[in-house]
């Protein structure tokens, strides 16, 4: 049972790290602001990252992201990747990254295995192995091992072991990954936005090597990277047959600080770039959008914002609503309950879109 600092209501659905209800993050955010941004602090320092993105007025400029850094000489950017030493970023490259890899027997546990290629054949003959899902085939699935967001409720932390760490992986070493049974590759972590000249990198080589077969390229993403590389992200999935999913993880912008340290202003934008462009190829689609019910925090009034958002761009994006589980510093958080997930189910609908569904049964409370 949580407390808020500002209104002094009792909740289950208030985490004890943030310390405030959605009601006052909203509505009193200059306010709600520093009592949170403690919990952020102290999140980051667990794992020596900056607190905020540095913002030196004579740093090295990195644009790969929202957060744009400018780092100071000696200096390292949010993500925890690039340092400045001596007036070169240094550190990963378009050649070595931080990241792991392992094969995935489709079809997985995608958030777009419902409407993917891999997962449902969608796309058949010129997009997948088969009309169905691709069963004895496989999904290279990169773990990218940093973030551009600080999630407090981050689903798999454990990356940021390894952020600053000194292990490193090569372009060549990913691509020959991928064997006669890869007919997809996923892009997930952490998050690939600050590591997409890798990821980019090796999305060609391997469509050059193997391309003359069915392979996929497929995105999870918080969305935050600079338009350019976003152009190229989909260029590569429409090329391919693969899809770029969205986390979409709150609308109203105060909420989506709270929670991620991060505006998603420019993951907003991002979204409707792309989604003026699922015409392109409507099947298998281009763009998924998938969503995290925090109790408390993102349940009806978010849903609502984030479905009228997505039908007015177009109603047949695909929507997945994700159940919550309680882990990292929102670790003392409840499940989400499957009358609230429903009901957010049933909003989803209300606003205009078609294909919606919710995920992650198995954690549904009640």
């Known amino acids: 049972m949580g407390r808020c600092c500002l209104c002094n209501r009792f909740s289950g659905s208030i985490s004890r790290e943030i310390g405030v209800c959605a009601g006052c993050i909203k509505e009193r955010p200059e306010e709600a602001a520093p009592l949170i941004r403690k919990s952020h602090i102290k999140s980051r320092m667990a794992y020596a990252l900056p607190e905020e993105p540095p913002r030196d007025p004579d740093g090295l400029h990195c644009s790969i992201c929202i957060n744009e850094c400018r780092i ?80 407090l409720y981050c689903q798999n932390w454990h990356f940021r072991e390894q952020t600053l760490g000194p292990h490193t992986s090569t372009v060549e070493g990913l691509v020959s990954a991928v064997d006669e049974r890869t007919s997809c590759i996923c892009y ?77 202003r420019r993951t907003l934008e991002n979204f409707r770039m792309v989604g003026e462009m699922v015409g392109q190829r409507p099947s298998p689609p281009l763009l998924v959008a998938s969503t995290l019910l925090v109790p408390g925090y993102v349940e009806e009034d978010e849903i609502r914002g984030i479905a009228r958002f997505i039908a007015e761009i177009n109603p047949e994006i695909p929507y997945c609503l994700l159940a919550f589980y309680p882990h990292f510093y929102m670790s003392d958080m409840p499940l989400i309950t499957k009358q609230a997930a429903n009901n957010c189910l049933r909003i989803a609908h209300e606003q205009g879109l078609k294909n919606v569904r919710i995920g992650n049964l198995h954690l549904l409370k009640g």
């Open 188 to 264: 997930f972590g952490g998050d690939p936005s600050p590591q997409l000249p890798f990821a980019i990198r090796a999305s060609r080589m391997a469509i050059d090597r193997y391309g003359k077969r069915t392979l996929r390229i497929c995105w999870e993403t918080n969305g935050s990277m600079n338009k350019g590389l976003l152009k190229e992200m989909v260029s590569l999935s429409l090329e391919t047959g693969g899809c770029i999913k969205f986390d979409l993880k709150a609308w109203d912008e105060n909420i989506h600080i709270a929670l991620t340290g991060v505006s998603n």
């Open 72 to 151: 100071p000489d000696g200096g390292v950017g949010y993500c925890g990747l690039r340092r400045n030493e001596g007036g070169r970023l240094r550190g990963v490259s378009s050649s070595v990254g931080k990241l792991s890899w392992y094969h995935d027997p489709l079809p997985t546990n995608c958030v777009a295995d419902w409407v993917c290629a891999g997962g449902s054949g969608a796309g058949y003959p010129e997009y997948a192995n088969r009309p169905g899902p691709e069963y004895g085939y496989k999904n290279l699935a990169v773990f990218f091992h940093a973030c551009s967001f600080n999630c």
